[in-house]
Protein backbone atom coordinates (compact mmCIF):
# COMPACT_ATOMS: atom_id res chain seq x y z
CA UNK A 1 0.00 0.00 0.00
CA UNK A 2 1.34 3.48 -1.08
CA UNK A 3 0.80 6.51 1.32
CA UNK A 4 1.44 10.02 0.37
CA UNK A 5 4.46 11.09 2.46
CA UNK A 6 3.39 14.57 2.71
CA UNK A 7 -0.05 13.34 4.23
CA UNK A 8 1.60 10.82 6.18
CA UNK A 9 3.62 13.75 7.82
CA UNK A 10 0.59 16.09 8.08
CA UNK A 11 -1.82 13.97 9.47
CA UNK A 12 0.72 12.66 12.57
CA UNK A 13 2.47 15.90 13.22
CA UNK A 14 5.97 14.66 12.30
CA UNK A 15 8.68 16.12 10.83
CA UNK A 16 10.87 14.65 7.96
CA UNK A 17 13.77 13.82 10.19
CA UNK A 18 11.63 12.48 12.65
CA UNK A 19 9.96 9.78 9.53
CA UNK A 20 13.44 9.14 8.48
CA UNK A 21 14.61 8.44 12.24
CA UNK A 22 11.51 5.77 12.55
CA UNK A 23 12.20 4.09 9.51
CA UNK A 24 15.87 3.72 9.88
CA UNK A 25 14.58 1.75 13.76
CA UNK A 26 12.17 -0.22 11.77
CA UNK A 27 14.82 -1.38 8.60
CA UNK A 28 17.54 -2.19 11.27
CA UNK A 29 15.12 -3.47 14.56
CA UNK A 30 11.72 -4.48 13.28
CA UNK A 31 8.38 -3.15 14.72
CA UNK A 32 9.36 -3.01 18.32
CA UNK A 33 9.23 -0.52 20.70
CA UNK A 34 11.87 2.78 20.60
CA UNK A 35 14.33 2.40 23.61
CA UNK A 36 16.13 5.94 24.71
CA UNK A 37 19.65 5.93 24.47
CA UNK A 38 19.98 7.16 28.02
CA UNK A 39 17.55 4.88 29.49
CA UNK A 40 20.00 2.41 32.54
CA UNK A 41 22.58 5.30 32.18
CA UNK A 42 23.64 9.13 33.47
CA UNK A 43 23.62 11.09 30.99
CA UNK A 44 27.13 12.35 29.42
CA UNK A 45 26.02 16.56 29.56
CA UNK A 46 24.09 15.91 33.21
CA UNK A 47 24.76 17.77 36.05
CA UNK A 48 27.35 16.03 38.61
CA UNK A 49 27.92 16.24 42.12
CA UNK A 50 31.07 18.22 41.81
CA UNK A 51 29.13 20.59 39.67
CA UNK A 52 26.69 21.64 42.18
CA UNK A 53 29.14 21.85 44.83
CA UNK A 54 30.89 24.24 42.68
CA UNK A 55 27.92 26.49 42.77
CA UNK A 56 26.99 26.28 46.21
CA UNK A 57 30.51 27.33 47.32
CA UNK A 58 30.24 29.85 45.08
CA UNK A 59 27.47 31.67 46.29
CA UNK A 60 28.31 30.86 50.07
CA UNK A 61 31.85 32.36 49.47
CA UNK A 62 30.12 35.52 47.66
CA UNK A 63 27.45 35.94 50.48
CA UNK A 64 30.23 35.66 53.27
CA UNK A 65 31.90 38.30 51.44
CA UNK A 66 29.32 41.02 50.35
CA UNK A 67 26.26 40.09 51.95
CA UNK A 68 23.98 41.96 54.70
CA UNK A 69 22.67 38.60 57.34
CA UNK A 70 19.41 39.44 59.25
CA UNK A 71 19.02 39.04 62.51
CA UNK A 72 16.21 36.06 62.12
CA UNK A 73 14.42 33.85 59.82
CA UNK A 74 11.00 34.29 58.99
CA UNK A 75 8.24 32.75 59.33
CA UNK A 76 7.44 29.81 57.11
CA UNK A 77 10.75 29.36 55.97
CA UNK A 78 13.74 26.75 57.74
CA UNK A 79 15.66 27.82 60.49
CA UNK A 80 17.87 30.32 58.16
CA UNK A 81 18.19 33.89 58.73
CA UNK A 82 18.53 35.01 55.29
CA UNK A 83 21.57 36.73 53.88
CA UNK A 84 20.69 39.84 51.39
CA UNK A 85 23.13 40.75 48.72
CA UNK A 86 23.56 44.17 47.37
CA UNK A 87 20.49 45.52 45.12
CA UNK A 88 23.02 46.20 42.63
CA UNK A 89 24.00 42.69 42.21
CA UNK A 90 22.30 40.58 39.48
CA UNK A 91 22.49 36.79 38.74
CA UNK A 92 23.37 37.11 35.44
CA UNK A 93 26.63 39.46 37.03
CA UNK A 94 27.31 36.69 39.44
CA UNK A 95 26.78 33.93 36.87
CA UNK A 96 29.72 35.75 35.05
CA UNK A 97 32.10 35.59 37.88
CA UNK A 98 31.27 32.37 38.54
CA UNK A 99 32.26 31.02 34.57
CA UNK A 100 35.15 32.89 34.85
CA UNK A 101 36.25 31.83 37.93
CA UNK A 102 35.51 27.61 36.69
CA UNK A 103 37.45 29.04 33.31
CA UNK A 104 40.60 29.82 35.32
CA UNK A 105 40.15 26.46 37.33
CA UNK A 106 40.10 24.11 33.86
CA UNK A 107 36.54 22.74 35.51
CA UNK A 108 33.16 22.45 33.64
CA UNK A 109 30.60 25.88 34.41
CA UNK A 110 27.03 25.20 34.30
CA UNK A 111 24.70 27.89 32.30
CA UNK A 112 22.94 30.44 33.92
CA UNK A 113 19.56 28.42 34.25
CA UNK A 114 20.88 25.42 36.05
CA UNK A 115 23.02 28.01 37.92
CA UNK A 116 19.98 29.58 39.16
CA UNK A 117 18.14 26.58 39.74
CA UNK A 118 20.87 25.03 42.14
CA UNK A 119 21.11 28.18 44.00
CA UNK A 120 17.28 28.33 44.45
CA UNK A 121 17.61 24.85 45.71
CA UNK A 122 20.28 24.65 48.16
CA UNK A 123 20.50 28.38 48.95
CA UNK A 124 16.83 30.03 49.05
CA UNK A 125 18.16 32.26 52.11
CA UNK A 126 20.59 33.98 50.32
CA UNK A 127 18.73 36.86 48.23
CA UNK A 128 19.12 39.64 46.62
CA UNK A 129 17.88 43.13 47.88
CA UNK A 130 15.26 45.29 46.16
CA UNK A 131 16.58 49.00 45.05
CA UNK A 132 14.02 49.72 48.31
CA UNK A 133 14.47 47.45 50.65
CA UNK A 134 14.44 48.46 54.53
CA UNK A 135 18.00 47.47 55.56
CA UNK A 136 19.65 48.56 58.73
CA UNK A 137 22.58 51.72 58.42
CA UNK A 138 25.22 50.41 60.79
CA UNK A 139 24.70 46.84 58.82
CA UNK A 140 25.52 48.77 55.31
CA UNK A 141 27.87 51.18 57.11
CA UNK A 142 30.05 47.71 58.76
CA UNK A 143 29.63 46.47 55.58
CA UNK A 144 30.93 49.05 53.64
CA UNK A 145 33.79 48.85 56.34
CA UNK A 146 34.67 45.63 55.63
CA UNK A 147 35.32 45.46 52.28
CA UNK A 148 37.28 48.96 52.09
CA UNK A 149 39.08 47.67 54.82
CA UNK A 150 42.64 46.93 53.22
CA UNK A 151 45.30 45.57 56.27
CA UNK A 152 44.18 42.39 57.67
CA UNK A 153 43.78 43.99 60.89
CA UNK A 154 41.64 45.88 59.63
CA UNK A 155 39.59 43.23 57.97
CA UNK A 156 39.57 41.39 61.43
CA UNK A 157 38.17 44.01 63.45
CA UNK A 158 35.70 45.33 60.56
CA UNK A 159 34.36 41.52 60.68
CA UNK A 160 34.68 41.06 64.69
CA UNK A 161 32.45 44.88 64.60
CA UNK A 162 30.17 43.67 62.06
CA UNK A 163 29.52 39.96 63.93
CA UNK A 164 29.29 41.99 67.43
CA UNK A 165 26.07 43.84 65.92
CA UNK A 166 24.78 40.74 64.70
CA UNK A 167 24.56 38.72 67.74
CA UNK A 168 23.18 41.53 69.76
CA UNK A 169 20.20 41.94 67.34
CA UNK A 170 19.77 38.25 67.55
CA UNK A 171 19.53 38.43 71.31
CA UNK A 172 17.18 41.29 71.01
CA UNK A 173 15.05 38.99 68.46
CA UNK A 174 14.79 36.38 71.08
CA UNK A 175 13.96 38.49 73.56
CA UNK A 176 10.81 39.75 71.65
CA UNK A 177 10.12 35.94 70.58
CA UNK A 178 10.38 35.21 74.01
CA UNK A 179 7.63 37.37 74.83
CA UNK A 180 5.57 36.09 71.84
CA UNK A 181 5.54 32.95 73.60
CA UNK A 182 4.39 33.54 76.70
CA UNK A 183 1.93 35.86 75.32
CA UNK A 184 0.23 32.37 73.09
CA UNK A 185 1.33 30.05 76.45
CA UNK A 186 0.89 31.68 79.78
CA UNK A 187 -0.97 34.89 81.22
CA UNK A 188 1.26 37.38 80.11
CA UNK A 189 0.12 40.70 78.41
CA UNK A 190 2.55 41.85 75.24
CA UNK A 191 1.71 45.29 73.12
CA UNK A 192 3.38 46.04 70.10
CA UNK A 193 3.18 49.58 68.65
CA UNK A 194 4.56 51.12 65.92
CA UNK A 195 3.46 53.77 62.87
CA UNK A 196 2.71 52.37 59.37
CA UNK A 197 3.46 54.46 56.07
CA UNK A 198 0.82 56.88 55.65
CA UNK A 199 -1.60 56.53 53.18
CA UNK A 200 -3.38 59.07 50.37
CA UNK A 201 -7.44 59.27 49.46
CA UNK A 202 -8.79 59.83 46.99
CA UNK A 203 -7.62 56.15 46.33
CA UNK A 204 -9.35 54.32 43.34
CA UNK A 205 -8.05 50.45 42.39
CA UNK A 206 -8.79 51.37 39.03
CA UNK A 207 -7.48 54.68 38.16
CA UNK A 208 -8.08 56.10 35.20
CA UNK A 209 -5.46 59.15 34.39
CA UNK A 210 -4.25 61.42 37.19
CA UNK A 211 -6.51 62.77 39.63
CA UNK A 212 -6.66 66.82 39.86
CA UNK A 213 -6.23 67.81 43.08
CA UNK A 214 -3.56 70.34 44.55
CA UNK A 215 -2.51 67.50 46.97
CA UNK A 216 -4.37 64.55 48.15
CA UNK A 217 -5.26 64.37 51.57
CA UNK A 218 -2.81 61.96 53.70
CA UNK A 219 -4.03 59.78 56.65
CA UNK A 220 -1.60 58.17 58.99
CA UNK A 221 -1.96 54.82 60.87
CA UNK A 222 -0.78 54.04 64.19
CA UNK A 223 -1.05 50.34 65.31
CA UNK A 224 -1.49 48.66 69.00
CA UNK A 225 -0.88 45.24 68.32
CA UNK A 226 -2.84 42.70 71.44
CA UNK A 227 -0.25 39.47 70.76
CA UNK A 228 -2.33 37.75 74.27
CA UNK A 229 -5.75 38.35 72.55
CA UNK A 230 -3.83 38.05 68.70
CA UNK A 231 -5.72 41.23 67.34
CA UNK A 232 -4.46 44.61 66.51
CA UNK A 233 -5.79 47.86 66.77
CA UNK A 234 -5.51 50.32 64.34
CA UNK A 235 -6.21 53.98 64.54
CA UNK A 236 -6.47 56.18 61.52
CA UNK A 237 -5.23 59.82 62.09
CA UNK A 238 -6.54 62.49 59.43
CA UNK A 239 -5.37 65.24 58.20
CA UNK A 240 -7.77 67.82 59.80
CA UNK A 241 -7.50 65.51 63.58
CA UNK A 242 -3.81 66.96 63.49
CA UNK A 243 -1.74 69.51 65.65
CA UNK A 244 0.50 70.76 63.49
CA UNK A 245 -0.02 72.70 60.42
CA UNK A 246 0.25 69.88 57.25
CA UNK A 247 -0.11 66.21 59.64
CA UNK A 248 3.74 67.73 61.16
CA UNK A 249 2.52 66.69 64.50
CA UNK A 250 0.95 63.35 63.91
CA UNK A 251 3.62 61.36 65.27
CA UNK A 252 3.97 63.41 68.56
CA UNK A 253 3.75 62.57 71.72
CA UNK A 254 0.38 63.70 72.77
CA UNK A 255 -0.95 61.61 69.79
CA UNK A 256 1.02 58.28 70.97
CA UNK A 257 0.41 58.76 74.52
CA UNK A 258 -3.50 59.07 74.17
CA UNK A 259 -4.10 56.62 71.59
CA UNK A 260 -1.87 53.94 73.52
CA UNK A 261 -3.49 55.16 77.17
CA UNK A 262 -7.30 54.46 75.23
CA UNK A 263 -5.98 50.71 74.09
CA UNK A 264 -4.09 50.13 77.85
CA UNK A 265 -7.53 51.50 79.44
CA UNK A 266 -9.96 49.39 77.19
CA UNK A 267 -8.09 46.37 76.82
CA UNK A 268 -6.56 45.47 80.67
CA UNK A 269 -6.75 42.59 81.82
CA UNK A 270 -6.40 40.99 85.17
CA UNK A 271 -2.51 40.43 84.87
CA UNK A 272 -1.43 43.94 86.43
CA UNK A 273 2.21 42.64 84.58
CA UNK A 274 3.04 44.02 80.90
CA UNK A 275 5.73 44.01 78.54
CA UNK A 276 5.64 46.67 75.26
CA UNK A 277 8.03 46.37 72.29
CA UNK A 278 7.88 49.84 70.50
CA UNK A 279 9.90 50.60 67.41
CA UNK A 280 13.38 52.06 68.41
CA UNK A 281 13.47 55.94 67.38
CA UNK A 282 16.63 56.91 69.14
CA UNK A 283 16.83 60.37 69.40
CA UNK A 284 13.20 61.38 69.93
CA UNK A 285 12.00 63.84 72.56
CA UNK A 286 8.68 61.78 73.09
CA UNK A 287 10.15 58.41 74.31
CA UNK A 288 10.88 60.46 77.41
CA UNK A 289 7.48 61.33 77.39
CA UNK A 290 6.66 57.48 77.09
CA UNK A 291 8.35 56.24 79.68
CA UNK A 292 6.49 59.06 81.52
CA UNK A 293 3.51 57.78 81.36
CA UNK A 294 4.06 54.14 81.46
CA UNK A 295 5.70 55.32 85.39
CA UNK A 296 2.50 57.33 85.70
CA UNK A 297 0.57 53.89 85.24
CA UNK A 298 2.79 52.15 87.64
CA UNK A 299 2.56 55.11 90.91
CA UNK A 300 -1.32 54.83 89.79
CA UNK A 301 -1.70 51.34 90.89
CA UNK A 302 -3.15 50.63 87.47
CA UNK A 303 0.12 48.31 86.53
CA UNK A 304 2.55 46.79 88.77
CA UNK A 305 5.18 46.46 86.30
CA UNK A 306 5.25 47.53 82.87
CA UNK A 307 8.39 46.49 81.05
CA UNK A 308 9.37 48.93 77.92
CA UNK A 309 11.37 47.32 75.06
CA UNK A 310 13.07 48.68 71.72
CA UNK A 311 15.39 46.19 69.31
CA UNK A 312 17.96 47.18 67.55
CA UNK A 313 17.22 50.10 64.84
CA UNK A 314 16.68 48.08 61.28
CA UNK A 315 16.21 44.92 62.80
CA UNK A 316 12.85 46.45 64.48
CA UNK A 317 10.07 43.84 61.98
CA UNK A 318 7.95 42.81 64.17
CA UNK A 319 4.04 41.39 63.79
CA UNK A 320 2.80 44.69 63.51
CA UNK A 321 4.03 45.38 60.75
CA UNK A 322 2.39 42.10 59.64
CA UNK A 323 -0.84 43.85 60.35
CA UNK A 324 0.10 47.11 58.06
CA UNK A 325 0.79 44.52 55.11
CA UNK A 326 -3.10 43.15 55.58
CA UNK A 327 -3.66 46.45 55.45
CA UNK A 328 -1.70 47.95 52.42
CA UNK A 329 -2.79 44.74 50.48
CA UNK A 330 -6.23 45.53 50.96
CA UNK A 331 -5.99 49.26 50.42
CA UNK A 332 -4.39 48.80 47.06
CA UNK A 333 -7.42 46.77 45.61
CA UNK A 334 -10.46 48.47 47.29
CA UNK A 335 -11.28 52.26 46.45
CA UNK A 336 -10.98 54.51 49.19
CA UNK A 337 -13.29 57.80 48.71
CA UNK A 338 -13.72 58.37 52.18
CA UNK A 339 -12.41 57.13 55.93
CA UNK A 340 -15.22 55.01 56.52
CA UNK A 341 -13.96 52.98 53.49
CA UNK A 342 -10.61 52.94 54.55
CA UNK A 343 -11.34 51.92 58.22
CA UNK A 344 -13.76 48.98 56.92
CA UNK A 345 -10.99 47.47 54.80
CA UNK A 346 -8.38 48.10 57.72
CA UNK A 347 -10.92 46.65 60.31
CA UNK A 348 -9.83 42.67 60.63
CA UNK A 349 -8.51 40.69 63.17
CA UNK A 350 -5.05 39.22 62.36
CA UNK A 351 -4.17 35.71 63.48
CA UNK A 352 -0.66 34.74 64.10
Known sequence: MVVCRQTFLLLYCLSVDKLKALQKHVREKGVVPRVHGNTGRKPAHAISYDDVLRVVRFIQNTSNERGIPQPAAPRGIDNFPLV??????????????????????????????????????????????????????TCEKMRHGVMDAITEEEKLLAVDALKTHILQAQREREVYNECLRKSSEENFVHFTFDFSQSVTMFHHARQMGPLFFYSLRKVHIFGVRIDG???????????????????????????????????????????????IHADNCPGQNKNKFVVGYLMWRVMTGKHRKIEYQMQIPGHARCLVDLGFAHIKMKYRRHDCETREQLAKNSRRVFRR
Open 84 to 137: YLSAETTKLALHEEYSTTCTNQQVRALRLTAFKDVWRTCLPHVRIASPRDDVCT
Open 229 to 275: QRKQINFLVDKDQTIGQDCSQAHGLDSVISMLDWVMSNYETENDVCS
